[in-house]
């Protein structure tokens, strides 16, 4: 079983809809949780960290933990093109000691 | 632009070279992390140092041999390498592993085509 699972889509949204990205985790001992941008040929962006349960938001990003239910998601408002992308969630567990990623859901925000 | 250099972004080796790709960050971060990255598929773990001892090498073969000179740099050493070693090679670091602001920074990436 994969440590950390992604839709890997490809998911598309109309231009000014919102994206919802999701992301389950495996290890109970998980704290942190992060999502990074990677547009296509370029390297990871990290756009929102999350360490405990509720809502974080940043601009038209929201970032949503559940650690009961082992999900994190992440909600783009007002999808632009430029949100296309994969997003990677990454999970920290002290007993790995690392970064784990998921393997990314693409999304493609259509004109 | 990114807090993590790499350089080069591009490099093209054969299968008999040598060749160095390096890193470099300023951000008083004491871990660093060598990452290998296929086409569409998400960043694969290759190395960790931590305080710039080496703590984790993810059964990387011996063709890839890192080295941390000092707080600040990264580098990945290449020799023999396969044209399955063809990616993009990622650097990236964080605060020292077991903060919870552990959160990495990557570099741009070097992107190696073995022929």
């Known amino acids: 079983q994969k440590e950390v699972e992604q839709n890997s889509g490809p998911l598309s949204v109309p231009e000014g809809a919102i994206a919802s990205l999701n992301c389950t985790y495996s290890?109970?001992?998980?704290?942190?949780f992060f999502w990074y941008r990677q547009y296509s040929g370029k390297s990871p962006e990290l756009i929102m960290f999350?360490?405990?349960?509720g809502d974080k938001e940043d601009g038209r990003f929201t970032a949503q933990l559940n650690k009961a239910s082992q999900y994190v998601s992440l909600l783009i408002r007002d999808s632009q093109p430029s949100d296309s992308a994969t997003y990677l969630c990454a999970v920290n567990s002290d007993s790995a000691r690392q970064l784990t990623f998921g393997s990314g859901t693409q999304l493609t925000v259509l004109p | 632009d990114t807090e993590v250099t790499q350089t080069p972004k591009h490099l093209v080796m054969g299968m008999t070279n040598k060749k160095s790709l390096k890193c470099e960050q300023h951000?008083?971060?004491?871990?660093m992390y060598w990452y290998k990255q296929k086409a569409k598929k998400p960043p694969e773990l290759m190395f960790v140092?931590?305080?710039?001892?080496?703590?984790i090498n993810e059964s990387v073969p011996s063709r890839f041999s890192p080295e941390c000179p000092n707080s600040s740099l990264l580098n990945l050493h290449l020799h023999a390498l396969q044209p399955e070693d063809s990616a993009l090679y990622l650097c990236?670091?964080?605060?020292?592993?077991?903060?919870?602001?552990?959160?990495?920074?990557f570099g741009s990436g070097t992107r190696l085509t073995v022929v």
């Open positions: 999350i360490y405990s349960n």
């Open positions: 990236a670091s964080s605060q020292a592993p077991g903060t919870k602001t552990y959160g990495y920074t």
């Open positions: 140092y931590s305080y710039e001892k080496l703590s």
């Open positions: 951000m008083g971060h004491r871990a």
């Open positions: 290890d109970r001992g998980s704290q942190s």
